[in-house]
Protein backbone atom coordinates (compact mmCIF):
# COMPACT_ATOMS: atom_id res chain seq x y z
CA UNK A 1 0.00 0.00 0.00
CA UNK A 2 1.35 3.50 -0.88
CA UNK A 3 -0.08 7.14 -0.85
CA UNK A 4 -0.93 6.75 -4.78
CA UNK A 5 -3.60 3.68 -4.05
CA UNK A 6 -5.11 5.06 -0.97
CA UNK A 7 -9.32 5.62 -1.48
CA UNK A 8 -11.80 6.37 0.95
CA UNK A 9 -13.58 3.80 2.43
CA UNK A 10 -17.03 2.80 0.25
CA UNK A 11 -19.80 5.16 0.72
CA UNK A 12 -18.01 7.73 2.93
CA UNK A 13 -18.14 10.52 0.68
CA UNK A 14 -21.38 12.31 -1.45
CA UNK A 15 -20.52 12.74 -5.23
CA UNK A 16 -22.59 16.13 -5.35
CA UNK A 17 -21.52 19.83 -6.31
CA UNK A 18 -21.34 22.05 -3.68
CA UNK A 19 -23.05 25.16 -4.00
CA UNK A 20 -21.81 29.04 -3.87
CA UNK A 21 -18.64 27.56 -4.15
CA UNK A 22 -17.71 30.15 -7.04
CA UNK A 23 -18.54 30.60 -10.56
CA UNK A 24 -15.88 27.47 -11.64
CA UNK A 25 -18.23 25.24 -9.62
CA UNK A 26 -21.51 25.47 -12.02
CA UNK A 27 -23.12 26.66 -9.29
CA UNK A 28 -22.03 29.83 -8.02
CA UNK A 29 -23.54 33.01 -8.88
CA UNK A 30 -26.92 33.12 -7.38
CA UNK A 31 -26.23 29.77 -5.77
CA UNK A 32 -29.37 27.89 -6.85
CA UNK A 33 -31.76 30.47 -5.34
CA UNK A 34 -33.03 32.52 -8.12
CA UNK A 35 -33.13 36.39 -8.24
CA UNK A 36 -34.12 38.87 -5.71
CA UNK A 37 -37.38 37.56 -3.46
CA UNK A 38 -37.25 37.06 0.03
CA UNK A 39 -36.09 33.00 -0.84
CA UNK A 40 -32.87 34.48 -2.31
CA UNK A 41 -32.06 36.73 0.97
CA UNK A 42 -29.84 34.65 3.56
CA UNK A 43 -31.75 34.80 7.19
CA UNK A 44 -35.31 33.53 5.27
CA UNK A 45 -37.35 31.13 7.08
CA UNK A 46 -41.06 30.51 5.92
CA UNK A 47 -43.60 30.32 7.87
CA UNK A 48 -45.18 27.20 8.32
CA UNK A 49 -48.35 26.77 6.28
CA UNK A 50 -47.02 29.54 4.09
CA UNK A 51 -48.31 28.89 0.34
CA UNK A 52 -46.80 32.01 -2.07
CA UNK A 53 -49.33 34.66 -0.25
CA UNK A 54 -52.47 32.37 -1.70
CA UNK A 55 -54.94 31.89 1.66
CA UNK A 56 -53.02 29.03 3.38
CA UNK A 57 -55.45 25.99 3.79
CA UNK A 58 -55.55 26.32 7.30
CA UNK A 59 -57.36 29.23 7.21
CA UNK A 60 -59.60 28.47 3.82
CA UNK A 61 -61.27 25.31 5.59
CA UNK A 62 -64.28 26.15 7.59
CA UNK A 63 -64.04 25.49 11.51
CA UNK A 64 -67.06 24.23 13.78
CA UNK A 65 -67.17 22.54 16.81
CA UNK A 66 -65.87 23.03 20.08
CA UNK A 67 -62.64 21.26 21.67
CA UNK A 68 -62.67 21.16 25.25
CA UNK A 69 -58.94 21.96 26.75
CA UNK A 70 -60.03 20.42 29.95
CA UNK A 71 -60.93 17.33 29.24
CA UNK A 72 -59.66 14.60 30.77
CA UNK A 73 -58.84 11.37 28.79
CA UNK A 74 -59.08 7.50 30.33
CA UNK A 75 -58.08 4.12 29.47
CA UNK A 76 -60.94 2.18 29.26
CA UNK A 77 -60.54 -1.45 30.99
CA UNK A 78 -63.59 -3.75 30.91
CA UNK A 79 -64.42 -6.65 33.60
CA UNK A 80 -63.55 -9.27 31.01
CA UNK A 81 -59.77 -7.98 30.59
CA UNK A 82 -59.41 -8.14 34.60
CA UNK A 83 -61.34 -11.55 34.72
CA UNK A 84 -58.84 -13.01 31.99
CA UNK A 85 -55.92 -10.94 33.48
CA UNK A 86 -56.42 -13.03 36.75
CA UNK A 87 -56.71 -16.19 35.22
CA UNK A 88 -53.39 -15.43 32.95
CA UNK A 89 -51.34 -14.27 35.44
CA UNK A 90 -52.92 -14.97 38.83
CA UNK A 91 -52.57 -11.76 40.02
CA UNK A 92 -54.52 -10.16 43.54
CA UNK A 93 -54.90 -7.14 42.86
CA UNK A 94 -55.43 -4.42 39.84
CA UNK A 95 -53.38 -1.01 40.05
CA UNK A 96 -52.38 1.26 36.97
CA UNK A 97 -48.88 -0.39 37.59
CA UNK A 98 -49.99 -4.14 37.12
CA UNK A 99 -51.71 -2.74 34.03
CA UNK A 100 -49.05 -0.78 32.92
CA UNK A 101 -47.03 -4.21 33.12
CA UNK A 102 -48.86 -6.00 31.23
CA UNK A 103 -49.41 -3.28 28.39
CA UNK A 104 -52.32 -2.80 29.26
CA UNK A 105 -52.20 1.10 29.32
CA UNK A 106 -49.04 3.02 29.36
CA UNK A 107 -47.30 5.16 32.06
CA UNK A 108 -49.11 8.83 32.35
CA UNK A 109 -53.17 7.30 31.07
CA UNK A 110 -55.40 7.25 33.55
CA UNK A 111 -57.73 3.96 33.99
CA UNK A 112 -61.36 4.09 34.26
CA UNK A 113 -62.63 0.51 34.76
CA UNK A 114 -66.30 -0.51 32.74
CA UNK A 115 -68.73 -3.04 33.23
CA UNK A 116 -68.47 -5.33 30.07
CA UNK A 117 -67.93 -8.93 30.73
CA UNK A 118 -68.50 -10.92 34.11
CA UNK A 119 -66.19 -11.25 37.15
CA UNK A 120 -65.93 -14.60 38.89
CA UNK A 121 -63.28 -14.05 41.48
CA UNK A 122 -62.99 -11.23 44.28
CA UNK A 123 -60.41 -8.74 43.62
CA UNK A 124 -59.42 -5.44 44.88
CA UNK A 125 -59.52 -2.85 42.22
CA UNK A 126 -57.42 0.80 42.48
CA UNK A 127 -58.34 2.54 39.47
CA UNK A 128 -58.67 6.60 38.67
CA UNK A 129 -62.73 6.50 37.97
CA UNK A 130 -65.40 3.31 37.95
CA UNK A 131 -68.57 3.00 36.14
CA UNK A 132 -71.34 2.43 38.06
CA UNK A 133 -72.10 -1.56 36.89
CA UNK A 134 -68.26 -2.22 37.23
CA UNK A 135 -68.59 -0.90 40.66
CA UNK A 136 -71.24 -3.14 41.92
CA UNK A 137 -70.07 -6.09 39.88
CA UNK A 138 -66.64 -5.78 42.30
CA UNK A 139 -68.13 -5.26 45.11
CA UNK A 140 -70.81 -7.91 44.37
CA UNK A 141 -68.19 -10.38 44.20
CA UNK A 142 -66.39 -9.27 47.60
CA UNK A 143 -63.71 -6.86 46.05
CA UNK A 144 -63.06 -3.41 46.98
CA UNK A 145 -63.27 -0.21 44.47
CA UNK A 146 -60.46 2.43 45.44
CA UNK A 147 -60.72 5.81 43.72
CA UNK A 148 -56.72 7.26 43.31
Given at each position: MNLHNLTPAKDS???RKRIARGQGSG???????????????SGYSRK?????????????V????FKNINRVE?????LDIIQSLIERKK?????PAILQENGLCS???????????ELKSKIDVTAHKFSSTAKTAIEGQGGNCSEI
Amino acid sequence: MNLHNLTPAKDSTKNRKRIARGQGSGRGGTSTRGHKGAKSRSGYSRKIGFEGGQMPLQRRVPKFGFKNINRVEYKAINLDIIQSLIERKKVKEITPAILQENGLCSKNERVKILGRGELKSKIDVTAHKFSSTAKTAIEGQGGNCSEI
